[in-house]
């Protein structure tokens, strides 16, 4: 069954804290990708990683940071979190090169900072 | 500078309409451009796409039409249904290169 998964789907954390968000995929697609979706603005790239421990910076990356420690599994950290972080933020996976055409994406998880 | 351009921002059609969807670029590398729909409260998922080597890709329904020239494209929903609202976002990418360039999306409404 081909998915990508996210947890929490919804999160509410106070300017300063910490936030962890996960995502999993059961594919073994070795390319990765977080984005954020703010209204009117479409999907921005965060980061993409290749591989584990093969990550490089989006069009968006800071104020954010990413771990790939297991193919499978690829997470979005904020340190000290933002109210202007306050976004959906969305995952995807999809094979490496030409044949990664498609990008398939998990369902989000709304975060707000409060 | 945005590489993907869409318009219009929203668009409301009566069912068993035409619905046409806008989309520009900038970068004339770009050679494969797919269009994700998406529904509220879901991730985006792939509808169809076409590479720059064709001019038009149909898909039942949906219909891409592709001007390299120009660097546009279009996106035609033929007969449109209300189960076809959401938010369409045309992307594209250079070959053999992950990163997709999303527009901004267009929010489909059909009326029944």
């Known amino acids: 069954d081909m998915k990508v998964t996210q947890m929490p789907r919804y999160l509410i954390k106070r300017m300063g804290e910490n936030v962890l968000l996960e995502c999993g995929q059961d594919m073994s697609h070795e390319t990765m990708y977080w984005y954020r979706q703010d209204p009117g603005l479409g999907l921005q790239l965060i980061y993409i990683s290749y591989d584990v421990d093969s990550n490089s910076e989006g069009d968006i990356p800071k104020g954010y940071r990413v771990s790939r420690k297991k193919r499978e599994h690829f997470s979005l950290i904020l340190d000290s979190a933002k109210t202007n972080q306050t976004s959906v933020y969305f995952c995807a996976s999809s094979l490496w090169g030409a044949g990664g055409a498609e990008q398939f994406f998990g369902p989000g998880t709304r975060l707000t900072v409060l | 500078q945005q590489q993907v351009r869409q318009s219009p921002q929203s668009l409301t059609v009566w069912e068993g309409e035409t619905a046409i969807l806008n989309c520009s670029y900038e970068d004339s590398t770009f050679n494969y451009f797919p269009w994700y729909q998406q529904f509220p409260g879901e991730g985006p998922a792939l509808l169809i796409s076409?590479?720059?080597?064709?001019d038009k890709k149909e898909d039942g329904r949906f219909t891409i039409f592709f001007n390299k020239r120009e660097k546009k494209l279009s996106l035609h929903i033929t007969d449109s249904q209300p189960g076809d609202s959401a938010t369409y976002f045309c992307a594209a990418r250079m070959s053999n290169y992950n990163v997709l360039y999303f527009g901004s999306g267009t929010k489909l409404t059909v009326e029944p």
């Open positions: 076409i590479r720059s080597v064709s």
